[in-house]
């Protein structure tokens, strides 16, 4: 019995050594795997920190370059080669928007006694438009296109005063009656500026004195003592002196461009019109002969030709345009830069 209970023993011993080095083996392969598992995370994690940090240093990048004015657009040839539907506006390449700033208010239109150089509107003018409280104001001088709407050739009384605080003062009034309501209109004019105002007489309890529609204008205004102008071509000298600033005549480069085109060179050696173009060229204005032509001519030649033999013009409400169109402009064969077509659109690429 001994015997065979020392070789059961022994067996028992030897399964207990297997099962031992088994587990072992199979601990091992697990703390393997799990090391393996774990170098590959942390591989995973290296290369998305790697990529993050490219992204990141990309993205500030860009940054620094767009505080220098720089903004990532693509090249003209990228959007090309993409194909159609081509927009009509090469967008950035991370995009971007702007916004008006709600709280930029217009600020107020500074006194007649203040120094400054644009008119103020007159109640239900103009001028209201102009008064909006956004951050931005379109054009507008209303004071100095006021005579000739509201006076020229019209029954009114202009007065001056001379030695006063702020200089000599020129003041024009004149009544009106619409719908059954009198107002006044009333320009004053400083070596500062023009002010110009519609004051109705329903909201004044006498009419007021010369004197006293100054101090309407400006409250700086006090003790003036006005004098009637009694030369008879004042209304004349008035009125030039009121528009000596007002600009009413303008110019615009117009430059075509066929597909493909990106160069300054390719698009000034264009000299034929598509019918769309001629199209788009008749919505603009009429198409005129320079030879002695009267109108507005934005620096072109009437007289000799040298810059070609027709252009576009148009009057729009009462101010003159002249489109220096690249495609009338003389072309030269064998000039790559066409420097007298460039010459006159220089300033509009």
């Not at 297997?18 to 072992?24: C, H, L, M, N």
């Not at 220098?68 to 990228?78: A, G, L, Q, S, T």
């Not at 004019?189 to 329903?202: V, W």
């Not at 303008?250 to 698009?267: A, D, H, N, P, T």
Request: contains cysteine; proline residues 5%.
């Amino acid at each position: 019995m001994s015997e065979g209970g020392e070789g059961v023993t022994g067996a028992s011993r030897v399964g207990s050594k297997r099962a031992g080095v088994r587990a072992v083996v199979a601990l091992i392969g697990l703390l393997y795997r799990s090391r393996q598992h774990r170098e590959r995370e942390r591989e995973r994690k290296r290369e998305g920190e790697r990529e993050d940090e490219w992204w990141s240093a990309h993205f500030f990048d860009m940054m620094e370059k767009m505080e220098d004015d720089y903004i990532p657009y693509p090249r003209i040839e990228e959007v090309l080669e993409r194909g159609g539907p081509y927009p009509q506006v090469i967008l950035p390449e991370f995009g971007g928007y702007w916004i008006e700033d709600p709280d930029a208010l217009v600020p107020p239109t500074p006194s007649l006694c203040d120094r400054g150089d644009d008119g103020g509107g007159g109640e239900g003018e103009e001028g209201d438009a102009a008064q909006v409280g956004y951050g931005y104001r379109l054009e507008s001088n209303d004071a100095a296109r006021a005579y000739r709407k509201h006076f020229l050739g019209k029954e009114h009384l202009n007065f001056y005063c001379v030695a006063s605080s702020h200089g000599n003062l020129i003041m024009s009034v004149k009544h009106e009656e619409v719908k059954g309501q009198e107002y006044l209109h009333v320009i004053l004019r400083s070596r500062m500026k023009t002010m110009y105002d519609r004051i109705s007489l329903a909201e004044l309890p006498e009419l007021p004195s010369v004197p006293h529609l100054a101090k309407l204008l400006c409250e700086d205004a006090v003790g003036l003592r006005f004098s009637p102008v009694l030369y008879p071509k004042a209304s004349q000298l008035i009125v030039s002196y009121d528009e000596h600033e007002v600009n009413t005549t303008f110019k615009f480069g117009v430059i075509y461009q066929r597909f493909g085109q990106v160069s300054e060179e390719e698009l000034f050696r264009n000299s034929e019109e598509t019918p769309a173009f001629t199209e788009f060229l008749s919505l603009l204005g009429e198409t005129v002969d320079l030879q002695d032509f009267k109108g507005f001519r934005g620096g072109l030649d009437v007289c000799h030709g040298q810059t070609g033999s027709q252009s576009v013009y148009t009057d729009y409400r009462e101010q003159e345009i002249m489109f220096h169109i690249s495609t009338k402009l003389p072309y030269t064969e064998g000039d790559t830069q066409q420097v007298h077509t460039h010459t006159h659109l220089k300033s509009y690429t």
